[in-house]
């Protein structure tokens, strides 16, 4: 079996039940879910740029922590409560991303704590 190590970010929010920041293996880091609290634990209320800029200075924390960096992102996946919020979060989405990994982006019905945006990734080590 793989070697797999658990990471936890402490500039990253608190997981919101009993699972890691992220799993890291030999060949790729796999990252929980990010919503948009912020280190202590208390959520953002702002706008939905906002709120999916703090969703990536979570992954960030949570890359940094285990090795790797944004720029090693090959895949993404977010998680919308409205799929109206689309553009807004697409804008913020640009400024973070701008080498184009794979994406996934659809609307559900409920985030955990009444989040707007989720965001979750898959990263080289």
């Known amino acids: 079996m793989a070697e797999m190590t658990q990471v936890f970010a ?3 929010a608190p997981p919101a039940g009993p699972y890691s920041h992220a799993i890291k293996t030999p ?3 796999y ?3 990010q919503i948009h609290l912020d ?3 208390n959520m ?3 706008t939905v740029g906002e709120k999916t800029a703090l969703c990536f200075q979570n992954l960030k924390a949570v890359l940094t922590a285990a090795g790797s960096s944004m720029e090693k992102i090959v895949k993404v996946n977010i998680f919308l409560a409205d799929m109206s919020d689309f553009a807004a979060m697409n804008e913020e989405y640009a400024k973070w991303m701008v080498h184009k990994p794979a994406r996934s982006c659809v609307a559900v019905k409920q985030l955990p704590k009444n989040a707007d945006v989720e965001i979750e990734c898959i990263a080289l080590p």
């Open 39 to 41: 280190a202590s634990g």
């Open 27 to 29: 060949t790729a880091i």
């Open 44 to 46: 953002l209320q702002g």
């Open 10 to 12: 402490k500039d990253a």
């Open 31 to 33: 990252c929980s879910g």
